[in-house]
């Protein structure tokens, strides 16, 4: 009798322990890769909407690809800086001097993409009707207050 209430005692604790395992991490990757596909799905409908000319959509393609790989480079810098920037803020003596200099470095890379972003829709806008510019706007407007803070600071 005793032997069958123990067993059944330390089943229920590996129940409890099972359950309270934290859920994988690969889960999470997931998580932002179905994101990106909304935004993409986003983007698609927002290109839809605005009935664009072949030519037009020729256009947009073409100057699209050449600002991604003006931009690749930028955003692999930034994610080094970014992880220098933790394994600087995380050191047993942090040296505030080169914490600073790195973030400093991590401002000036955030605001080059950004020239290059605006630049590349101030160039699509430019090829657009006054109607599409007017949609174009809003569900860019749209776009931004769905999308809410663009990142959470890496410290």
């Known amino acids: 009798m005793k032997a069958k209430i123990l067993m059944l005692i330390a089943l229920m604790g590996l129940t409890t322990v099972i359950v309270a395992q934290p859920a994988e991490k690969g889960k999470k990757d997931f998580r932002f890769a179905e994101g990106k596909e909304i935004r993409m799905k986003e ?12 030519a037009q959509k020729e256009s947009f393609k073409k100057t699209t690809i050449a600002v991604q790989k003006e931009l690749q480079p930028l955003r692999n810098q930034l994610g080094e800086m970014e992880a220098h920037q933790r ?9 505030l001097g080169a ?3 790195n973030i400093e470095k991590i401002g000036a890379l955030r605001v080059e993409m950004a020239k290059i972003q605006t630049k590349h829709r101030v160039e699509m806008r ?6 599409q510019r007017l949609k174009f706007d809003m569900q860019h407007e749209k776009m931004k207050l769905k999308r809410g803070p663009e990142r959470k600071n890496p410290v």
């Open 43 to 54: 983007r698609k409908d927002m290109v839809h909407n605005l009935n664009l000319t072949d």
């Open 87 to 95: 394994t600087l803020v995380t050191a047993e003596k942090p040296d």
């Open 99 to 101: 914490i600073n200099k």
């Open 126 to 131: 430019a090829q657009l009707t006054d109607e």
